[in-house]
């Protein structure tokens, strides 16, 4: 292997390192001094932290500094995931409801000591102090993704709120003088609750004012536990105002939790009975204020969210101005109806009907959109729905906008992305011209700025998932490959959620079956 020329073998390496696992490539360092002094600087670029390494009762070997010092040079992200650390207070509300359970002690009491945040595993300061020492010696880190605990039962969000406290101070306290400013952060997991606690706390302020100063990309996935509308809206001015200390942001990516394991739909229907309306409301992803500004914006996504057709429309005018690139991916828009409200369903619609204005109190996507985002060169969808919430019952289902009015069958995807990039409509099938009007009359002139339809469109063209996988995705990948080679992944830590939430479950099962059981645990005799 001497013989062969290093730029041959850098180039074999980097293209296993493109088709493999890290873990897969680390056993490679070991095989020769070349293959080291090649790989080390691939696979030191991205630092793991998660919870077995900073667990006393864990085999896993501690962060250690002086490794630290030898490696420093190469790391560029930081990947800290501590999605299993279990809140006292879930914990505490288990123990209470397996108290009659005594086949669920035991892992009462392993969830208190193991993977609670104490003194038996590991403290709050510990985890600042090590979080501290690794950017003491890994200056050039600029990306961080932190996956913060995740509660299984009930709302309890203090240790996902001091998580990501102690992160945030560790980054705003570490060296000036050659330390690398934050460019990328993915957060998952964060909480309205852990949000509004940050933000009111002037400390926690201060050090996401400094973290984020020279932040280009975020990512945020969202756990929504507020319903109030009081609560939602100081939560939404806590979102927004924490998003414009980052005035230099480039892409921004805000993203639901899975909170619904069914598969995508065209219509979520909810009835008055089910749920206030007031309740329903709050749920939409809340409004920006109106003076919100993020001058260098250039890419948006939001994926897994409702909105209300008035947030859409304020998020777009807010941010249109300098925004390029716009993807949608599960997003639905919330639509209430009565009787003497949007009863035929027309008033609320991603794309509109054609060749009509939208009606007064109508709020009609698609040309809103193309209006307000005047530099948007890509705009991408999948499986965009409607939220319907029913006051009380109507007489007809509404047909929305699902139906192509130029009678191809194209999805309402495909037809909202066409809108909004302005490409020209074929025509109906009797003839007449499709024209889809703006609100306004002064945006008229958008008619005549119409792309001609030079091909039949491929997939990539508007649907995110396959524009984002076969093209380009400048919002989310930072979700999937924080240092652009290695896919963020931690089985240990899925593992381990899915042995805590498979053990509840048991214990509730039991607990319903004792339940259901006659007392004294026999049949009742008819």
């Not at 490679?28 to 030191?44: N, Y």
């Not at 590991?122 to 995740?150: M, Q």
């Not at 003497?340 to 809103?368: S, T």
């Amino acid at each position: 292997m001497d013989r062969l020329p290093r730029e041959l073998v850098e180039e074999i390496l980097e293209k296993y390192v493109a088709q493999g696992h890290k873990n897969a490539v680390l056993p490679l360092r070991l095989v020769c001094r070349v293959f080291d002094q090649i790989l080390k600087p691939i696979v030191c670029r991205t630092l793991g932290l998660d919870f077995s390494r900073l667990n006393r009762r864990s085999n896993r070997q501690h962060p250690r500094t002086d490794e630290l010092q030898t490696i420093g040079r190469y790391c560029k992200s930081i990947y800290i995931d501590l999605m299993v650390i279990r809140d006292e207070l879930e914990v505490d509300f288990l123990a209470d409801l397996f108290e009659r359970v005594p086949a669920m002690s035991d892992f009462c009491r392993t969830l208190h000591k193991k993977y609670c945040m104490n003194d038996r595993s590991f403290t709050e300061l510990e985890y600042f102090l090590i979080v501290e020492a690794i950017l003491f010696n890994c200056r050039d880190i600029d990306r961080l993704r932190l996956n913060l605990p995740i509660q299984l039962v009930g709302r309890h969000c203090n240790v996902s709120t001091r998580v990501l406290a102690n992160t945030l101070k560790a980054f705003a306290l570490r060296p000036e003088e050659d330390s690398a400013h934050l460019k990328a952060l993915v957060v998952e997991n964060i909480t309205d609750i852990g949000i509004c606690h940050l933000w009111m706390n002037p400390s926690d302020v201060v050090n996401i004012m400094k973290v984020l100063q020279a932040l280009e990309h975020l990512v945020l996935t969202l756990r929504r536990h507020e319903t109030e509308p009081q609560r939602v809206s100081v939560f939404g001015a806590c979102l927004w105002n924490l998003m414009a200390t980052a005035d230099r942001l480039l892409s921004l990516c805000l993203m639901g939790a899975h909170g619904d394991d069914r598969s995508p739909r065209d219509v979520k229907l909810t009835r008055s009975q089910q749920m206030p309306v007031e309740e329903w409301r709050a749920r939409s992803l809340p409004a920006p204020n109106e003076h919100l500004v993020l001058a260098n914006l250039t890419c948006l996504e939001l994926k897994r969210m409702e909105l209300s057709a008035e947030v859409m429309i304020r998020i777009v005018q807010n941010l249109g101005s300098t925004l390029e690139e716009l993807y949608l991916n599960e997003v639905y828009l919330k639509v209430e109806q009565a009787q003497d409200l949007n009863a035929g369903g027309k008033d609320i619609l991603w794309v509109g009907l054609p060749n009509q204005r939208p009606p007064a109190e109508g709020r009609w996507i698609a040309m809103a959109l193309r209006c307000a985002a005047p530099h948007l060169r890509v705009c991408r969808a999948s499986f965009l729905g409607y939220d319907r919430y029913l006051r009380e019952d109507v007489p007809n289902i509404p047909e929305f906008d699902f139906v192509d009015p130029c009678g191809l069958g194209r999805g309402i995807t495909q037809r909202f992305v066409e809108v909004v990039m302005g490409i020209q409509q074929p025509n109906m099938p009797n003839g007449d011209p499709v024209e889809y009007l703006p609100a306004n009359s002064q945006h008229d002139y958008l008619l005549n700025q119409l792309k001609p339809r030079s091909h039949a469109p491929r997939v990539t063209d508007y649907d995110t998932n396959a524009h984002q996988l076969d093209v380009a995705n400048p919002t989310s990948e930072w979700l999937r490959k924080l240092d652009g080679i290695f896919q963020n992944l931690n089985s240990n830590t899925l593992d381990e959620l899915h042995y805590i939430a498979e053990t509840a479950c048991r214990g509730m099962n039991e607990i319903q079956r004792r339940r259901s059981e006659p007392a004294g645990g026999r049949q009742p005799v008819f």
